[in-house]
Every structure is written in structure tokens, then in C-alpha cells.
């Protein structure tokens, strides 16, 4: 049987894209407290099901696609730039192909504006109008309104028309920032885009037997397989030291282990890598938030993933990036890798120094970096202990010299000396985890 909270998502997910949601309505058409509703609802935005907005409220909207993530909806407009909708509500759930920025002549405008893109102006009327029809929505800068005509043809072709009080070279760059937030985000591999879905994974159920165990292991040859219950939901985990020396009609639920370690779908590669290797785990489950198994994550999906990043080309810098890809290596024949780099305006703090976070990106890339000289293989960081750091000044040019002081099979230790010229200016001690390429 579902939970009132499963049976609320059901519900989101069965209205049609650009219905609008309310507690109250969500609460009394399924019989709910609305505090229930008011949680249900939440989760279905973190799940990217719904969209709330100021003075619009919340609407269903569509779930983007990781490869189109770099559109936005009008809704997302809205917020964004702190909108207000005068047309077209019903249109808010769209995504946008491109924007256009009207600061040219009418017909020089039209030739650009085309059905899906949003069109940026200012106090234009006729340009608002000549925009809708063309299937074009519209964002008014300036805090200025439209016609009443307009917002009638908007509300009919259900295309938003949007008024902010910030000017249309603010829009714009807003706008472009989302864009550019979105590409980064589109970088980060997730638990969602490598696991094994549902149907193709193995897993045992609380009534199976032992030899059920047995017979899976000899179908896939692994090792660790989930369990479920009755509704699905994973309740425990079994491995062969489990089953050894049990006999074959013993219930799986009586040798498994319980409350296992489990991944969300929207967890990180980087988060699930880190578990698997820090808890030497060769397959973990992935759950919805109700704990129903998903499907399956092994350490070999997870290992090829990381390698297939690295040879990806990088589409919007973080800051990480922003403090490392200018590192040049520094070394003489025969003598330690160094690296020297240069401190950037984006690399200080306020007071014009180099910041404390660039500080341990530098240090760990470095160690990265050395590591993979020796060693083939990636690092995930357990800790790192700064002994001291200096104040390093805007445009100082300074020297990243790691020195590896252990290496094992799994794990790594580096001392890592940040020079100024002569003076030793950072000093930390990174120990970190080793994942096999």
C-alpha cells in the first residue's frame, strides 16, 4: 500500500504540464492534512515536478532532460529576474530556444523573433504585440506594463508576458548566468545517469531462500545483491559471508544485513565514488525517496564514469577550474615537480590576498596531479591540514611544490610547500583515498 505522501507525487505527476497546484486543492482532493500536501508538494520540486513562484504560485511544469539543460522555462524567467507575469500564465511551464534583445528597428527585430524565443524590450507596444504573434513570449524592462490587447492575445496563445524593473543589459546578463549555472550543473555526472535501471538489476526478496542467493551468483557472478520487501522497498543487503555455512531453505531476511547503505538518484559520481571506495563496496542500491529501489550502482559503472569525465571538454569553469587551469608545471631534469601559478582578481578575497578555498583547490590539484604521475588513478580527499598560510597578494606569482611522503595500494599521503619567491608562504599535509582507473 502507498503512503499518503507516494500517493500525493502520483497525483502531481498524473496533472497535465502548466496546471496549477495548491495545498489546499492538493489537500482536499485526496483527503490530506494540508501540512502532509505542503510536504508532498516540496519533494515534488526538489524532484523537479513543479515550479513555485511569487505572485504566480505553483504550476506543473516539465522534467527537463539532462542533455536539454541549458534551456530554461519562462518560469524560471520569472524568478530570475524577479518578474511579474501580465499575459500568458498558462504558458510558464515552456522552455525558451534563445532570447533575443529588441533594441533595434520593428522589422529588424521581427526577423530575428521566432516561435519559442523570448523577446527582451523595453516600452514598445507594438513590438510586444508583433512578438506574440509570432509565438515569441515577451519580457517588458523597465518596470513598464503592456497593452491590454497584448495580454489578452498572450493569455489566448498562452505565451507569458513578463515585466521587470531591471534594464534590458541586466536581463540579459541574468539571464546568461542561469545559462552558464546550468551548463555546470550539466557537467556533473549523477548516480541517475550510470545506474542500472530496475528491470535490468538483481535483487532478492525477503521470502526467497538462500539458494536464491546461489542461483544469482552463478547468473551474474557478483557477490552483493539488495533485498526488498514486499513493497519494494530495500530493507536490507546480502553478501556470500552472509550465506556461508547457512543452509539453502534459510530465509534471506533472517542472514541479510540490515539498513544497508543506499544512493539517491540525484546524489553525485564524486559522493558515490567516495562511499564505495572509503566502505570497499562493489554494488550499492539506489532508492527513491521513499527507500523503493531504483535499480543498482557497481563499482565498475562508477570507475568507467570517472574516466569518461576526464576526457570531456569543460563547458563552464568553476571556480576550482578558474584557480587551477593556469597552473604550468615548473621542473628541471631529475628534479620534483613543482607547479607555479599566477593569483588572479578571482582567486582573492576581499582584502586583495589570495582566498583560503583557491588556497586547498590548489593544494589538492597539485596532489592530484603528482599522483597521477605515479600512480594511475584519482583521489578522493579524506583531510587536509593546513600548518599556516600566509597572505598572498593580487598578481603575486607563486610555487606549488607537492612531495609524496606514502603511497599505498588505496591510499596517499602529500605534504604540499607554497613558495613566494623565497619565502614559504602555505603549508598543508592532504591524505587522501586511491580509486583504481
Known amino acids: 500500500m502507498a503512503t499518503k505522501h507516494e500517493q500525493i507525487l502520483e497525483h502531481i505527476e498524473s496533472l497535465s504540464v502548466g496546471s496549477k497546484i495548491s495545498v489546499r486543492g492538493i489537500a482536499k482532493a485526496l483527503n490530506v492534512s494540508e501540512g502532509t500536501a505542503y510536504r508532498a508538494i516540496k519533494e515534488a520540486e526538489n524532484q523537479d515536478l513543479v515550479s513555485t513562484m511569487e505572485r504566480v504560485g505553483t504550476i506543473r511544469i516539465e522534467k527537463k532532460k539532462k542533455e536539454n539543460i541549458e534551456r530554461l522555462t519562462f518560469a524560471e524567467i520569472v524568478n530570475i529576474v524577479d518578474g511579474q507575469v501580465l499575459g500568458g500564465r498558462e504558458g510558464l511551464y515552456k522552455t525558451l530556444n534563445k532570447f533575443v534583445i529588441g533594441a533595434m528597428k520593428l522589422e529588424a527585430m521581427m526577423r530575428y523573433t521566432e516561435a519559442g524565443s523570448l523577446l527582451i524590450v523595453g516600452n514598445r507596444t507594438n513590438a510586444h504585440e508583433l512578438a506574440v504573434q509570432e509565438g515569441a513570449a515577451v519580457l517588458v524592462t523597465g518596470g513598464f506594463d503592456t497593452s491590454d490587447a497584448v495580454k489578452k492575445l498572450a493569455d489566448e496563445k498562452k505565451l507569458p508576458v513578463i515585466s521587470t524593473s531591471y534594464d534590458t543589459f541586466t536581463v540579459a546578463t541574468m539571464i546568461n548566468r542561469a545559462i552558464y549555472d546550468q551548463l555546470i550543473k550539466k557537467e556533473i555526472v549523477l548516480v541517475d545517469d550510470i545506474y542500472t535501471a530496475y528491470e535490468d538489476s538483481k535483487f532478492l526478496k525477503t521470502t526467497d531462500s538462500v539458494d536464491h542467493w546461489h542461483d544469482l ?115 628541471e631534469e631529475g628534479e620534483p615537480v613543482k607547479w607555479k601559478t599566477k593569483v588572479t582578481p578571482q582567486m582573492t578575497n576581499q582584502l586583495g590576498t589570495m582566498s583560503y578555498g583557491v588556497f586547498i583547490s590548489l593544494i589538492t590539484e597539485s596532489s592530484s596531479r603528482l599522483l597521477r604521475k605515479h600512480k594511475k588513478g584519482d583521489l578522493v580527499v579524506e583531510n587536509i591540514s593546513v600548518y599556516f598560510i600566509k597572505p598572498v597578494q593580487i598578481d603575486s606569482e607563486i610555487e606549488i611544490s607537492p612531495q609524496i611522503l606514502e603511497v599505498g595500494r588505496k591510499f596517499a599521503k602529500v605534504d604540499v610547500e607554497v613558495h613566494q619567491g623565497k619565502a614559504i608562504v602555505g603549508k598543508a599535509l592532504l591524505m587522501a583515498q586511491l580509486i583504481d582507473r
Open 217 to 331: 551468483n552463478e547468473e551474474t557472478k557478483h557477490s552483493r545483491y539488495p533485498v526488498v520487501d514486499s513493497q519494494n522497498r530495500v530493507v536490507g543487503i546480502v553478501t556470500s559471508k552472509d550465506v556461508i555455512g547457512k543452509s539453502a531453505d534459510t530465509k534471506i531476511d533472517k542472514v541479510m544485513t540490515k539498513n544497508p547503505m543506499t544512493v539517491h538518484p540525484k546524489t553525485s559520481l564524486a559522493n558515490a565514488a567516495h562511499v564505495m571506495v572509503w566502505e570497499g563496496i562493489e554494488l550499492m542500491p539506489v532508492v527513491d525517496a521513499a527507500q523503493k529501489l531504483q535499480g543498482i550502482i557497481s563499482r565498475q559503472d562508477v570507475l568507467k564514469a570517472l574516466q569518461h569525465i576526464q576526457r570531456q571538454p569543460q563547458v563552464g569553469e568553476t571556480i576550482d577550474d578558474l584557480a587551477t587551469n593556469r597552473m604550468e608545471v615548473l621542473a
